[in-house]
């Protein structure tokens, strides 16, 4: 198969693409940032048509977005969601694509128990009883 040449115009709407990508995603990745925007949302965006940009931010980008989060935070959430989806250390390497896909239902839920982490469901437990009043307020 020949090689294809690639036209000045070629080029230069190619690179007008992919600024524009880029664009897209520093916009939104600033608003996460910021604190305008939440995980959710974000994934809810990159659902959208025009979110489609959204799909190749890797994950690890989102989770460590949000003020209080960094790094470590990010790294720690998919350590988890790679033991909860047997992918091990692979879920490091996971885009936003991996988990917005319509074929792959649960993945998003999956992704949620990974962000909570483990639950404890209140001091002592399961040794300790309830106690008398938690803090969200539910009398047991």
């Given amino acids: 198969m020949p090689a294809v040449e690639l036209t000045d115009e070629h080029r230069a709407r190619a690179l007008e693409s992919r600024r524009t990508r880029n664009d897209v995603r520093g916009y939104w990745l600033a ?3 910021d604190g305008n925007l939440t995980i959710p949302s974000f994934l809810a965006v990159a659902c ?3 979110g489609e940009p959204l799909r190749a931010v890797k994950l690890s980008t989102v989770l460590a977005g949000p003020p209080g989060r960094g790094d470590t935070s990010a790294r720690n959430i998919l350590d988890r969601l790679g033991l909860l ?4 250390e692979r879920a490091q390497k996971l885009n ?3 988990v917005v ?3 792959a ?3 998003l839920s999956v992704l949620a128990d990974a962000l909570v982490g483990p639950v404890q469901p209140w001091p002592g437990f399961p040794y300790a009883g309830p106690p008398a009043t938690t803090e969200a307020g539910w009398d047991w």
């Fill in 31 to 33: 608003l996460l940032a």
């Fill in 48 to 50: 959208e048509p025009d």
């Fill in 85 to 88: 989806t047997g992918l091990g």
């Fill in 96 to 98: 936003v694509a991996w």
């Fill in 101 to 103: 896909d319509p074929r």
């Fill in 105 to 107: 239902r649960g993945r």
